[in-house]
Structures are given as structure tokens and as C-alpha cells.
């Protein structure tokens, strides 16, 4: 019964239906159990709500962290471990947008804001020529 209603839960997210397959993923883990149908279950909520659809990726790597702590499906595991990178990944790139727009909406007449905004930019700046130039550098 449990594995049914999981299996519907993740066509329900196969076909983007992710309100009805949240539903049915919260119906499975209010149950309690941590079994591996729990912690698939939890692995798919988390999926979900992070990067899917729902962005929340802190909430999301809080629930993958708790599947490689907790589960004892080698599987799930390896699974959960290249979730939470992806999650990681995904919520830097949306911080560097963040900051991005953010940017292009301030204005100061205050030197000392100019400033630092000023000094902010510079760090941003070196960070990605560093980082473009390993990347270079390692494609040589």
C-alpha cells in the first residue's frame, strides 16, 4: 500500500503534478516510519521543494542530509549525496543572481555605501576571474 502510494506520488512528479504528489508524499512521512519506502518518500519531497520546483534549497538539504545520515539503503544513499551537491550548486548560482539584481537596484549618494558596494564588487570580480581561470586552465 505504501509503496502504491509512493509509485502514484512519483508519477504524479514525473508529470509535474507536484501539488498532488506532495499530498501524497506528506501522507507518507506523517506515518513515522523510517523505512526505505519513508526515506524515498522524503527523498522525492525534497526533490520537489528544492530543485524541481520550489527552490527552498536549505529545507531540501536539511532532508537529503537526513536520508545519508539515517538511511541504510546504499542506493538512496548515493542518491541523496548527489542531491544535496546539486542543491549546494543550485543555491549558489540563485545567491550570484540574487546579488546580481540586487546590485543593479542600489544607489547612493553615501561615499562610504559606494564604497563598500565598490569593494564587494571587486571580491565578486576576482572570485570568478580565479575561478575562470582554473576552469581554462584545467580544459588546456
Known amino acids: 500500500m505504501r509503496e502504491q502510494q509512493f509509485n502514484e506520488a512519483l508519477d504524479f512528479a514525473n508529470g509535474r503534478n507536484y501539488n498532488e504528489a506532495i ?28 530543485p524541481l520546483a520550489g527552490h527552498n534549497y536549505m529545507t531540501a538539504i536539511d532532508m537529503y542530509q537526513q536520508i ?12 541523496a549525496q548527489i542531491s544535496i551537491l546539486d542543491a549546494y550548486l543550485s543555491l549558489s548560482i540563485a545567491m550570484m543572481e540574487t546579488y546580481e539584481s540586487t546590485r543593479d537596484v542600489i544607489e547612493s549618494d553615501s561615499e562610504q555605501v559606494v564604497q563598500f558596494i565598490n569593494k564587494l564588487d571587486e571580491k565578486r570580480e576576482a572570485f570568478l576571474t580565479q575561478r575562470a581561470e582554473a576552469i581554462y586552465k584545467s580544459r588546456i
Open 23 to 50: 499530498k501524497l508524499l506528506q501522507v507518507l512521512l506523517e506515518e513515522g516510519l523510517n523505512d526505505t519506502i519513508h526515506y524515498k518518500a522524503l527523498k522525492l519531497y525534497a526533490d520537489i521543494i528544492g
Open 68 to 79: 545519508i545520515n539515517e538511511s541504510e539503503d546504499d542506493a538512496l544513499y548515493e542518491s
